[in-house]
């Protein structure tokens, strides 16, 4: 467990957890009605690890006397395949303005089809690392003036990029990876003045954290050749 986990944010799965830990108290009799629905009002109540972890501790998980349940988030997200990331639909956003300010779309949403956004004097950044696709081609048309718009797209997705700049331009060095099987492709097309359009390909948090297990891991292997040679 790290020193700030019960900081993190709980989950709405993280909560149910917790409340089906109750109701099966309840139906064993460790707790009355009463103990439970302060308890139940509590879980739903909590936004941290901190403050749900109390609820369960003098609780077994399940009818037998068992570990608690665990409120530490697991190492590593769990990747999903591109098929349960092309979701088709509408998009949860679908256009983006910035005039002398900022936007942002990242985290977990769904990108349309045809995303539109417009910086004047202004920047954005479109962040499909984690989103889900409407599709399983989506085109994100830019229009930069005097300003700016990152892209960012995870690995494994084709990158096409259409745009035409004046005196500004558009990022073309993502162009020509191939993309993984079932993998959608990201069309950016637009407009820039004075301005220009970037395409950045990152890894995902998941990717990230799986990169630093493997280089934790690596350590001790590493430590104990040195040993193993006579360099320790």
Same mark, same amino acid.
């Given at each position: 467990?790290?020193?700030?986990?019960?900081?993190?944010?709980?989950?709405?799965?993280? !909560?149910?957890? &917790?409340? *089906?830990?109750?109701?099966? %108290?309840?139906?064993? #009799?460790?707790?009355?009605?009463?103990? $439970?629905?302060?308890?139940?009002?509590?879980? =739903?109540?909590?936004?941290? =690890? +901190? *403050?749900?972890?109390?609820?369960?501790?003098?609780?077994?998980?399940?009818?037998?006397? %068992?570990?608690?349940?665990?409120?530490?988030?697991?190492?590593? %997200?769990?990747?999903?395949?591109?098929?349960? !990331?092309?979701? #088709?639909?509408?998009?949860?956003?679908?256009?983006? &303005?910035?005039?002398?300010?900022?936007? @942002?779309?990242?985290? /977990?949403?769904?990108?349309?089809?045809? $995303?539109?956004?417009?910086?004047?004097?202004?920047?954005?950044?479109?962040?499909? !690392?984690?989103?889900?696709?409407?599709?399983?081609?989506?085109?994100?048309?830019? &229009?930069?003036?005097?300003?700016?718009? @990152?892209?960012?797209?995870?690995?494994?997705?084709? &990158?096409?990029?259409?745009?035409?700049?004046?005196?500004?331009?558009?990022?073309?060095?993502?162009?020509?990876?191939?993309?993984?099987?079932?993998?959608?492709?990201?069309?950016?097309?637009?407009?820039? $003045?004075?301005? +220009?359009?970037?395409?950045?390909?990152?890894?995902? !948090?998941? @990717?990230?954290?799986?990169?630093?297990?493997?280089?934790?891991?690596?350590?001790?292997?590493?430590?104990?050749?040195?040993?193993? /040679? +006579?360099?320790?």
């Amino acid at each position: 467990m790290t020193d700030d986990a019960p900081e993190l944010r709980a989950s709405d799965a993280d !909560r149910e957890r &917790v409340a *089906e830990v109750l109701r099966d %108290a309840l139906a064993e #009799g460790r707790l009355d009605m009463e103990e $439970f629905g302060e308890r139940l009002d509590a879980t =739903y109540r909590a936004r941290t =690890y +901190g *403050e749900l972890a109390p609820i369960t501790r003098d609780l077994p998980v399940g009818a037998v006397v %068992a570990p608690k349940v665990d409120m530490v988030k697991k190492s590593g %997200a769990v990747e999903r395949s591109w098929a349960e !990331r092309i979701v #088709g639909g509408e998009g949860s956003s679908t256009w983006a &303005v910035a005039v002398m300010s900022g936007f @942002q779309r990242k985290g /977990r949403w769904t990108a349309p089809r045809r $995303f539109s956004c417009f910086a004047f004097w202004g920047g954005g950044e479109i962040d499909l !690392r984690e989103a889900d696709f409407a599709g399983p081609e989506i085109e994100v048309n830019c &229009v930069a003036i005097m300003g700016g718009v @990152q892209v960012i797209v995870p690995p494994g997705v084709e &990158v096409v990029v259409r745009g035409i700049g004046i005196m500004g331009g558009f990022d073309h060095r993502e162009e020509g990876v191939p993309g993984d099987p079932g993998a959608p492709r990201v069309v950016v097309t637009g407009f820039a $003045f004075w301005g +220009g359009v970037g395409v950045e390909r990152k890894l995902t !948090r998941g @990717q990230r954290q799986e990169l630093r297990e493997e280089r934790r891991r690596e350590k001790p292997e590493r430590r104990e050749r040195r040993e193993l /040679r +006579g360099e320790g």
